[in-house]
């Protein structure tokens, strides 16, 4: 049984990565179980786990998993009662309930491309005009942060951390669906496919999952920052890439500025529930720090480049026919 926690800022990756590993490389015989909850790192062995930052989950999520964990060693350890738990035991960070799957990512869904659209749109729809983009000036000097408060230690938080005080900036990109008219829930991973070009020759290219709350939240649990969760931009998944890697990380390649070229990459897996009423929002950005370290946006060795090597780039992100930028995603099945 492999565990491992939505949250965990150190090492969302390797339970993940595990769990495919045992499966696909196994014969069939092997049990290979998979538990996927709303955890930090290592927090569903450290006391209660009823949220995570400004964000609850209406429940001890440890409560269940102390059933799970103490059925599973009863019957291994000790020989004792039936092993009856599903393949994927999966905590849904949106409807804040578990779920049980017989396989992860679930066999029950459809691949749906989730495009950017002109004006800060974003839909299922694939955009019909041939001249869409945006730009925005990416400054290494003048960072994006990867959360709003400043803190003397990396904390766990950012990861639902609200996301207002980047849509905010200049320097990054915010597309929106309307409110959702019924439930969306993504399950397994999520690939970002960017079409853009540069004025420099090397990029980073980060792009944020974001749940987007109703203005209205009267009844949501006051946390200890007093933020008001109406319009709450919570952060479900965020991915940065280097450009220069963008084809191999073995061989990278500068690009070649002012040509438009796809970056491709993995987001890691989800489990959420965009309600009714709450709206899907991606932000796209080129820096994310200090978590990621600043890229100089020149083709250097960024471990021994000097300071002069650092520059502003203009970066275009297009959304159009031809260069359709999108988020490719599981939609669970009713």
Same mark, same amino acid.
């Given at each position: 049984?492999?565990?491992?926690?939505?949250?965990?800022?150190?090492?969302?990756?390797?339970?993940?990565?595990?769990?495919? *590993?045992?499966? $696909?490389?196994? @014969?069939?015989?092997?049990?290979? %179980?998979?538990?996927?909850?709303?955890? /930090?790192? #290592?927090?569903?062995?450290?006391?209660?786990?009823?949220?995570?930052?400004?964000?609850?989950?209406?429940?001890?999520?440890?409560?269940?998993?102390?059933?799970?964990?103490?059925?599973?060693?009863?019957?291994?350890?000790?020989?004792?009662?039936?092993?009856?738990?599903?393949?994927?035991?999966?905590?849904?960070?949106?409807?804040?309930?578990?779920? *049980?799957?017989? $396989?992860?990512? @679930?066999?029950?869904?459809?691949? %749906?491309?989730?495009?950017?659209?002109? /004006?800060? #749109?974003?839909?299922?729809?694939?955009?019909?005009?041939?001249?869409?983009?945006?730009?925005?000036?990416?400054?290494?000097?003048?960072?994006?942060?990867?959360?709003?408060?400043?803190?003397?230690?990396r904390t766990t938080q950012y990861m639902t951390g609200d996301q207002r005080f980047a849509a905010r900036r200049p320097d990054v990109l915010v597309y929106t669906t309307g409110e959702l008219t019924e439930d969306v829930t993504l399950t397994g991973s999520i690939m970002a496919n960017l079409f853009v070009s540069?004025? #420099?020759?090397?990029?980073?290219?980060?792009?944020?999952?974001?749940?987007?709350?109703?203005?209205?939240?009267?009844?949501?649990?006051?946390?200890?920052?007093?933020?008001?969760?109406?319009?709450?931009?919570?952060?479900?998944?965020?991915?940065?890439?280097?450009?220069?890697?963008?084809?191999?990380?073995?061989?990278?390649?500068?690009?070649?500025?002012?040509?438009?070229?796809?970056?491709?990459?993995?987001?890691?897996?989800?489990?959420?529930?965009?309600?009714?009423?709450?709206?899907?929002?991606?932000?796209?950005?080129?820096?994310?720090?200090?978590?990621?370290?600043?890229?100089?946006?020149?083709?250097?060795?960024?471990?021994?480049?000097?300071?002069?090597?650092?520059?502003?780039?203009?970066?275009?992100?297009?959304?159009?026919?031809?260069?359709?930028?999108?988020?490719?995603?599981?939609?669970?099945?009713?």
């Open positions: 049984m492999t565990v491992g926690g939505w949250y965990d800022a150190e090492d969302l990756y390797g339970p993940l990565k595990t769990y495919r *590993a045992i499966e $696909t490389q196994n @014969p069939q015989s092997v049990s290979n %179980r998979l538990v996927m909850g709303p955890w /930090s790192h #290592g927090q569903w062995n450290i006391g209660k786990a009823e949220n995570l930052g400004n964000v609850f989950w209406g429940q001890d999520a440890n409560a269940h998993y102390r059933e799970v964990e103490y059925k599973f060693f009863n019957h291994y350890l000790l020989g004792q009662g039936e092993m009856d738990l599903p393949e994927a035991t999966i905590f849904n960070t949106g409807t804040t309930e578990w779920m *049980a799957f017989d $396989t992860w990512p @679930p066999s029950n869904t459809e691949t %749906r491309h989730m495009y950017l659209h002109a /004006s800060g #749109g974003l839909s299922f729809e694939k955009p019909g005009r041939n001249d869409g983009y945006d730009e925005y000036v990416s400054d290494p000097m003048k960072p994006v942060p990867y959360q709003e408060d400043v803190h003397l230690r540069i004025t #420099g020759t090397d990029a980073d290219f980060v792009v944020k999952l974001i749940d987007v709350f109703p203005d209205r939240m009267p009844n949501y649990p006051v946390n200890d920052r007093d933020v008001p969760m109406g319009g709450y931009q919570k952060l479900v998944r965020g991915e940065v890439m280097r450009g220069r890697y963008r084809n191999s990380f073995e061989h990278p390649e500068p690009f070649k500025p002012g040509e438009s070229t796809l970056v491709k990459f993995e987001l890691q897996d989800v489990a959420h529930t965009f309600k009714k009423g709450h709206k899907i929002m991606v932000q796209v950005q080129s820096s994310w720090f200090p978590l990621v370290d600043r890229n100089p946006q020149t083709y250097v060795d960024i471990y021994h480049c000097d300071e002069e090597d650092f520059k502003k780039a203009t970066h275009t992100v297009y959304h159009n026919a031809k260069f359709p930028s999108h988020l490719e995603v599981k939609v669970l099945k009713e």
